[in-house]
């Protein structure tokens, strides 16, 4: 009884140090290579084999090394014992009739996290998740709602953008914006490298130009970004443009005020994109465009303004496409840099967190609906666009 529940420890436990495997989709791809490189010299194989070897990793993925056929047979399955290339689960996949697609993939601990691809002429953008939910539950945000779960690794941030050209149509993302689900500066190690992953020649070869990283205004974060060498950009979710204002509608502003957040953004070595959703009646009206126009002006930031995406969190109403051009033009006429956002993707709840918190609420009635819809692209009704209850 008390006895038969005591654990067998030694089965938690690897046979030996050896049979650890290293994940080389954590790590960055020079550190991937190193590795690779000392355990061939360790089985006395040629050099030229790390050539062979290195694109199974992101240029050309596989999901083990048995699908790199130029290698020779023992020498795959040495190496699929001793390196991991862990797979993301795919459990949804639709596409909206824009041409945006919406994938939801199953984490190794049952977790879910949501990736992008939007269509734009010769650029297709894809959106990343960075963490699990989310800490900073902004009003508006649907990703708010399902409160914070965990980080993300390296391989699991990365690894969205590898299971995109592991797809049977696969997809080859030119822009990377840090915009699905979570706060990336809130999980900057993971982060640092999953940048070096997605820009590094060996990675995914993305130039840093073409990847964004967006924030709420985490102060650390943006100063560790800044002191990359690489251009990466950064983007900044402004969204009020007073103190008062904006910390109704994002509760980190009580940490980080925005006075410090532009301070931030003027000192960050590059131009910032400020990104400014449009609440109906709350932060829409001409004396918040001159604010707004004053703070873009103190650190030259570009502004994006968003439309509100129905299926967000809150009682809020988007602000109407007239109001918003009005808004544009205040700002461009105060010599600010303006562009409006498209809203894409609205038939598939392709905003921030909308598709997991859509499967949370109905999961307990339809627990099949996941498994029903693997690997099966299509159009999906309006049934999946509802605000919370
Ligand atoms: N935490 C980061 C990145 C994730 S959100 C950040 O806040 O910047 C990416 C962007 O989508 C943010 O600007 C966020 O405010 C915005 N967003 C969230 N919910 C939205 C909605 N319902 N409609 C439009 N934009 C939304």
């Not at 062979?52 to 240029?59: D, E, G």
């Not at 940048?195 to 560790?224: E, M």
């Not at 709840?349 to 693997?374: F, I, K, M, Y």
Request: charged share 20%.
């Amino acid at each position: 009884m008390a006895q038969a529940s005591v654990p067998d420890l030694g089965s938690f436990l690897p046979a030996s140090p050896s049979r650890v495997k290293i994940n080389l989709l954590d790590i960055t791809p020079a550190a991937a290579s190193e590795s690779v490189a000392a355990f061939l010299r360790e089985r006395g194989e040629p050099s030229y084999r790390l050539g062979q070897i290195m694109p199974a990793l992101w240029q050309a993925p596989v999901s083990s090394f048995q699908e790199v056929t130029t290698l020779p047979a023992a020498l795959r399955d040495a190496l699929d014992e001793a390196f991991e290339l862990p797979r993301l689960t795919l459990s949804v996949h639709q596409v909206s009739t824009d041409g945006t697609q919406k994938f939801l993939f199953r984490l190794h601990d049952g977790q879910s996290i949501e990736t992008v691809s939007i269509p734009d002429g010769d650029r297709i953008t894809v959106c990343i998740s960075s963490q699990v939910g989310c800490a900073l539950q902004c009003a508006f945000c649907a990703t708010g709602l399902m409160g914070f779960a965990r980080n993300l690794h390296p391989s699991e941030i990365a690894g969205q953008v590898r299971e995109l050209a592991l797809l049977e149509t696969p997809l080859r993302p030119t822009n990377i914006v840090f915009m699905g689900m979570g706060e990336p500066l809130m999980n900057w190690p993971a982060v640092d490298t999953a940048l070096t992953i997605l820009n590094h020649p060996d990675g995914c070869g993305i130039g840093a130009r073409h990847i964004t990283v967006s924030t709420v205004g985490v102060l650390p974060g943006i100063v560790a970004l800044g002191q990359r060498p690489e251009q990466f950009r950064l983007a900044i979710s402004v969204h009020a443009p007073s103190d008062a204002l904006r910390r109704t509608l994002m509760p980190i502003n009580v940490k980080y005020p925005l006075e410090t957040v532009i301070r931030a953004a003027a000192d960050f070595d590059r131009r910032v994109t400020f990104e400014y959703v449009m609440l109906g009646g709350v932060n829409d009206q001409p004396a918040h465009a001159d604010e707004l126009a004053a703070l873009a002006r103190a650190c030259g930031a570009f502004v994006n303004l968003i439309p509100l995406h129905p299926g967000g969190a809150g009682d809020f109403t988007p602000t109407s496409a007239a109001s918003i051009r009005a808004f544009a033009e205040r700002l461009r006429r105060a010599g600010i840099e303006v562009a409006t956002r498209k809203s894409r993707g609205k038939d598939i709840a392709a905003a921030c967190g909308q598709l997991r918190v859509e499967r949370l609420r109905r999961g307990a009635n339809h627990p099949t609906d996941e498994d029903r819809q693997v690997d099966e692209p299509r159009a999906v009704g309006p049934g999946l666009d509802r605000r919370p209850a």
